[in-house]
């Protein structure tokens, strides 16, 4: 998380390198059932997602990492981990896509304070 906050915030890389990394993760055609999944129309996310092999089962790792840019333009930072689960990709999925929906509907009714 402090990583995409230096990315965005302040980036440790050159302009134009921090341009091509963030449009990476804004244009990934993966993951658009996580983060992404219950968001808005038209609501960029800034993201990475990743998924572990399963093995008898279980599913050790499925993830998705990034920025979610609110109506306003602040972007809020959110990482979640879906860890050792027995359950299929769409319902992880759907995991990870409530929980963004819960983190950006809290984000656009919060006020930044003064």
């Keep these: 998380m402090e990583f995409l906050r230096l990315l965005n915030d302040h980036p440790p890389v050159t302009a134009e390198h921090a341009a ?16 992404k999944g219950q968001l808005p129309a038209g609501t960029v996310v800034l993201h990475k997602a990743g998924t572990s092999d399963t093995a008898g089962g279980l599913t050790p790792a499925t993830n998705d990492i990034g920025l979610i840019v609110l109506p306003d333009g602040r972007r809020v930072a959110i990482a979640i981990f879906v860890t050792d689960s027995g359950a ?15 983190v950006y509907d809290a984000a656009v009714v919060s006020r930044p304070l003064e």
């Design 88 to 102: 299929g990709d769409a319902e992880r999925d759907a995991v990870i896509a409530r929980i963004a929906r819960a």
């Design 20 to 35: 091509l990394l963030l449009g990476w993760m804004r244009d990934t055609p993966r993951g658009d059932k996580r983060i």
